[in-house]
């Protein structure tokens, strides 16, 4: 897609730090790492986000972040690794091609911070959420 930035990285017109390329899918290190070793997976072809691209395509790129999570444990000596994408700009997407970050962990202070506030209100809802959820399965 013009004008997007992993697009360009991923046809060539944008330089990168590559680790992974086949024919469908692209890993690079994040320019702005998060923890040393912070990957990014994505696949050649422009889909916005995870939930618009075709499942072939997702397993394919999720099977290059599950070998690279696995070699940022034996090679970077990592002893832990988070795996996440990040859907619309609301949940924190900023390229909006599809990508799962790979993050080596080797702390809990280290580079990353997930944190989840305690919303006592949902709790009391779950049985609500839940049909909500299972009426759209
Ligand atoms: P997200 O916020 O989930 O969309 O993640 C986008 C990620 O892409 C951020 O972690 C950026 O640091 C990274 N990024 C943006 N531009 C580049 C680039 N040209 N090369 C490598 N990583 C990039
Ligand atoms: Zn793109």
Do not use: W
């Not at 700009?89 to 944190?115: C, E, M, N």
């Amino acid at each position: 897609m013009k004008d997007c930035v992993f697009c360009k990285i991923a046809n060539g017109m944008l330089p990168s730090t590559k680790v992974y390329e086949d024919d469908d899918v692209i890993a690079i290190l994040d320019i702005n790492p998060a923890t040393r070793g912070h990957t990014l997976v994505m696949p050649k072809t422009h889909y916005d986000n995870f939930l618009s691209t075709p499942r072939e395509i997702l397993t394919k790129v999720m099977i290059v972040a599950q070998r690279l999570g696995q070699i940022a444990m034996k090679q970077l000596h990592a002893r832990g690794v988070n795996i996440l994408t990040n859907c619309y700009p609301v949940a924190g997407q900023s390229v909006l091609h599809f990508h799962v970050h790979v993050i080596p962990r080797y702390d809990t202070t280290d580079g990353l911070q997930i944190s989840m506030k305690d919303m006592s209100e949902e709790k009391i809802n779950l049985p609500t959420i839940a049909k909500e959820i299972t009426k759209g399965m």
